[in-house]
Nanobody, 123 residues
Framework: QVQLVESGGGLVQAGGSLRLSCAASGRAFSTLAMGWFRQGPGKEREFVGVIVWSGGSTVYADSVKGRFTISRDIGKNTVYLQMNSLKPEDTAVYYC????????????????WGQGTQVTVSS
């Protein structure tokens, strides 16, 4: 089991940037994939993106492609979500997730979830 702790949420104006962090602990990371989901008010939970820990390859949802970037710091066991050109519709609780399979993350069924961090984008 992986323990995940997110940080970095907050309030930002439209067009601004924010970086979320997710510190992971509890298992070997060489076989791990990590990612982000979000759930806006009155909306269903949405896949944002995923990164494979070994190699760093990424996949993003179309809604954030070109604006959001996922990266990882192997030494700190931390994954980041850099969000640029934020829009009011990006307002949501953002969840960090982890699994042994990037496919399971993309399918919406990762094994581990963080507690979530609120991101609010004002117009």
């Amino acid at each position: 089991q992986v323990q995940l702790v997110e940080s970095g949420g907050g309030l930002v104006q439209a067009g601004g940037s924010l970086r979320l962090s997710c510190a992971a602990s509890g298992r070997a990371f060489s076989t791990l994939a990590m990612g982000w989901f979000r759930q806006g008010p009155g909306k269903e939970r949405e896949f944002v993106g995923v990164i494979v820990w070994s190699g760093g390859s990424t996949v993003y949802a179309d809604s954030v492609k070109g604006r959001f970037t996922i990266s990882r710091d192997i030494g700190k066991n931390t994954v980041y979500l850099q969000m640029n050109s934020l829009k009011p519709e990006d307002t949501a609780v953002y969840y960090c997730v982890a699994d042994g399979s990037s496919r399971r993350i993309a399918a919406g069924t990762p094994a581990s979830w963080g507690q979530g961090t609120q991101v609010t984008v004002s117009s």
